[in-house]
């Protein structure tokens, strides 16, 4: 079965950084896209990061440019989001989804549309962050 697990949240200060986890199964990695979503009480989900895994292209959404990294470890088909400088606003739940034979996809639909979020394959768990100033 496909899974993706989230993990690596918690509670931290402002200015602090967190390492969240997205470990797969259960489909090819190297074919895949995976992307990061986060969703904070009263807001709409947004795609924050993703990662193409057969060209490693890396996406970022503008809320969060310059402070989240992605990054993945293809041998353990996991993907790593690195936020920095964690602020109050970055308090959500993240949320790892895939497009399992997406080649190309963060390429050419995220944040390609309005409705980029109904191309995901599989949605995983998700992980807490809470950021307290």
């Known amino acids: 079965d496909v899974q993706l697990q989230a993990s690596g949240g918690g509670l931290v200060l402002s200015g602090g950084s967190l390492r969240l986890s997205c470990a797969t199964s259960?489909?090819?990695?190297?074919?895949?896209?995976i992307v990061w979503f986060r969703q904070a009480p009263g807001k709409e989900r947004e795609g924050v990061s993703c990662?193409?895994?057969?060209?490693?292209?890396?996406y970022y959404g503008d809320s969060v440019k310059g402070r989240f990294t992605i990054s993945s470890d293809n041998a353990i088909r996991t993907v790593y989001l690195h936020i920095n400088n964690l602020e109050p606003e970055d308090t959500a739940v993240y949320t790892c989804?895939?497009?399992?034979?997406?080649?190309?996809?963060?390429?050419?639909?995220?944040?390609?549309?309005?409705?980029?979020?109904?191309?995901?394959?599989?949605w995983g768990s998700g992980t807490l962050v809470t950021v307290s100033s």
């Open positions: 989804a895939a497009i399992i034979r997406g080649d190309s996809w963060c390429f050419r639909d995220f944040h390609h549309g309005p409705n980029y979020e109904s191309g995901m394959d599989y």
């Open positions: 259960g489909f090819t990695f190297d074919d895949a896209s």
């Open positions: 990662f193409d895994s057969r060209s490693g292209g890396t």
